[in-house]
């Protein structure tokens, strides 16, 4: 079975420190895509960051870097710089061959001032 | 460019009622999905269609159908609504680059209750 596992309900950081959003998957596909989204209290769903499972390099946009373990498939995002408006759920999903996408449960994230 | 647009934003269904969620998306995606979030859940995938004329079943189909005739547009069919319908549905749409770095666009959701 396909399956995204976030094993964090809830997470707390103090503004301006860094934060790290746990993600493990499962699969038996060669070729597979990582990605994080994240949703405000608002309920929209905002795509922030992709890995691919050929890449050997840790994606990075602005202040969103994903740590990319494959041999342990996990697929960390850090979130660098707190910042008030990170508060919200944190979602990981895969994309497997022949484009399903799954999610997993969510982080919610409060960032602290 | 308005994105990916749903109507409605709430409905209120009874049970056996049949309704359809209407999506449409002005960025000349070829991919179009269909999920739902339970409270305090991750989005399961129902639907989805990698361009017109295709569709396919995603994790939790049971209770839905899907059309896609055209580019722009994935309706998903409820046809004897259920309690465990009550949900917010969200379509999104993609473009897989040769990368497959194209992350999904999302509507702003459905919120529907079945009574």
């Known amino acids: 079975a396909q399956k995204i596992t976030q094993t964090q309900p809830g997470m707390f950081v103090q503004e301006k420190e860094a934060v790290t959003l746990d993600c493990t998957y499962d699969t038996s596909d060669q070729s597979y895509g990582l990605f994080w989204y994240k949703q405000p209290s608002s309920g929209e769903m905002i795509f922030l960051i992709y890995?691919?499972?050929?890449?050997?390099q840790n994606a990075t946009e602005g202040r969103y870097s994903l740590n990319f373990q494959k041999a342990r498939k996990s697929a960390n995002l850090v979130i660098s710089a707190s910042q008030l408006g990170d508060s919200a759920m944190y979602f990981c999903?895969?994309?497997?061959?022949?484009?399903?996408?799954?999610f997993g449960t969510g982080t919610s994230l409060t960032v602290i001032p | 460019n308005a994105g990916v647009t749903q109507t409605p934003k709430f409905r209120i269904l009874k049970i056996g009622q049949s309704m359809t969620l209407q999506c449409t998306q002005d960025m000349n995606h070829n991919y179009m999905y269909w999920y739902r979030q339970d409270p305090g859940m991750g989005l399961k995938l129902i639907y989805y269609?990698?361009?017109?004329?295709?569709?396919d079943k995603g994790e939790v189909p049971n209770g839905y159908n899907v059309s896609r005739s055209t580019t722009e547009d994935f309706p998903l069919r409820l046809e004897l609504a259920a309690p465990s319908q009550t949900s917010v549905y969200f379509c999104?749409?993609?473009?897989?680059?040769?990368?497959?770095?194209?992350?999904?666009?999302f509507g702003p959701g459905t919120r529907l209750t079945v009574t």
């Open positions: 269609s990698v361009g017109a004329g295709i569709t």
């Open positions: 890995q691919g499972s050929y890449d050997e």
């Open positions: 999104a749409s993609s473009q897989l680059t040769p990368a497959g770095s194209m992350g999904q666009y």
């Open positions: 999903a895969m994309r497997r061959t022949g484009n399903q996408f799954y």
